[in-house]
T-cell receptor, first 118, second 112 residues
Framework: GAVVSQHPSRVICKSGTSVKIECRSL??????MFWYRQFPKKSLMLMAT?????????EQGVEKDKFLINHASLTLSTLTVTSAHPEDSSFYIC??????????????FGPGTRLTVL | GNSVTQMEGPVTLSEEAFLTINCTYT??????LFWYVQYPGEGLQLLLK?????DKGSNKGFEATYRKETTSFHLEKGSVQVSDSAVYFC???????????FGTGTRLTVIP
């Protein structure tokens, strides 16, 4: 149980285009999902917290207009990288918190999406 | 503020060797502490956790003890296997912070 999927697993795009990454909780409902970015040899950095039916909360330094987050249902959150540039190339990981679980410290992680911007 | 520092890898061990991956944390209070493991091509999985001082988390032969006096949560395993090859992340969570703080990850490779 508690499986989170991400799609696509890898994407290569041209500079200036937009890329959408999906994060789905497959067997549970998630009122809260998190988006992380992982740089080579660096820790996971939280980008934003996505709450179902409301606006995402972005961490300091993360551009809201560049990284659009939508959490339209209890099982799906999307991250859209708009007008992508090579410096946006990274590994993006989502996680989800089970709506039923009372443990706020428990998150289930997706396998990540490798974005390469040419 | 909150942060986690873990030993840099990569770590290469022979099968059945003893494993230690160091992790220390900084926090304003007493966070919950975690070790996550990421196998190749997969997402992060919770390996073990401890929620208060002196607690020991354990799973699959791995152990880590929450040491408040040294602000540490070192991961240990007495005899590693090839299947333990993965990246290990130490993390902390503090109520009110609403998110996990991760270390940089340590890649472990176990050779037969």
């Amino acid at each position: 149980g508690a499986v989170v999927s991400q799609h696509p697993s890898r994407v290569i795009c041209k500079s200036g285009t937009s890329v959408k990454i999906e994060c789905r909780s497959l067997d549970f409902q998630a009122t809260t999902m998190f988006w992380y970015r992982q740089f080579p040899k660096k820790s996971l950095m939280l980008m934003a917290t996505s709450n179902e039916g409301s606006k995402a909360t972005y961490e300091q330094g993360v551009e809201k207009d560049k990284f659009l987050i939508n959490h339209a249902s209890l099982t799906l959150s999307t991250l859209t990288v708009t007008s992508a540039h090579p410096e946006d190339s990274s590994f993006y990981i989502c996680s989800a918190r089970d709506r039923v679980s009372r443990r706020t410290d428990t998150q289930y992680f997706g396998p990540g999406t490798r974005l390469t911007v040419l | 503020g909150n942060s986690v520092t873990q030993m840099e890898g990569p770590v290469t061990l022979s099968e059945e060797a003893f494993l230690t991956i160091n992790c220390t944390y900084t926090a304003t209070g007493y966070p919950s502490l975690f070790w996550y493991v990421q196998y190749p091509g997969e997402g992060l999985q919770l390996l073990l956790k401890a929620t208060k001082a002196d607690d020991k988390g354990s799973n699959k032969g791995f152990e880590a003890t929450y040491r408040k006096e040294t602000t540490s949560f070192h991961l240990e395993k007495g005899s590693v296997q090839v299947s333990d090859s993965a990246v290990y992340f130490c993390a902390s969570y503090q109520t009110g912070a609403n998110n996990l703080f991760f270390g940089t990850g340590t890649r472990l490779t176990v050779i037969p």
